[in-house]
């Protein structure tokens, strides 16, 4: 089963995508807002991290930068929401 990190802060996007990507067979945690994302990536290690752009404290960018400046994060792949 694949894991995805799902980061965004708003509750609605949230609900959409728990609605849909655990049916479809993926195992998702859930991080709001890109601070949390970090803290977590050391207890996690996802197949692919879907990053909302825009968000309260550090946005999406920031994240991401923050996300692929550690090596053992670095190929992770993300996709901006």
């Known amino acids: 089963m694949k894991t995805l990190l799902l980061v965004d802060d708003v509750?609605?996007?949230?609900?959409?995508?728990?609605?849909?990507?655990?049916?479809?067979?993926?195992?998702?945690?859930?991080?709001?807002?890109?601070?949390?994302?970090?803290?977590q990536m050391p207890h996690t290690r996802?197949?692919?991290?879907?990053?909302?752009?825009?968000?309260r404290g550090i946005d999406g960018l920031e994240t991401c930068r923050r996300l692929k400046a550690e090596a053992a994060w670095r190929d992770i792949p993300v996709i901006f929401m």
């Not at 509750?11 to 945690?29: E, H, I, K």
Request: glycine share 8%.
């Open 11 to 39: 509750p609605s996007n949230l609900d959409v995508l728990l609605g849909v990507l655990p049916q479809a067979g993926y195992a998702v945690r859930v991080a709001e807002p890109g601070e949390r994302a970090l803290r």
């Open 46 to 55: 996802p197949d692919l991290v879907l990053l909302d752009v825009m968000m």
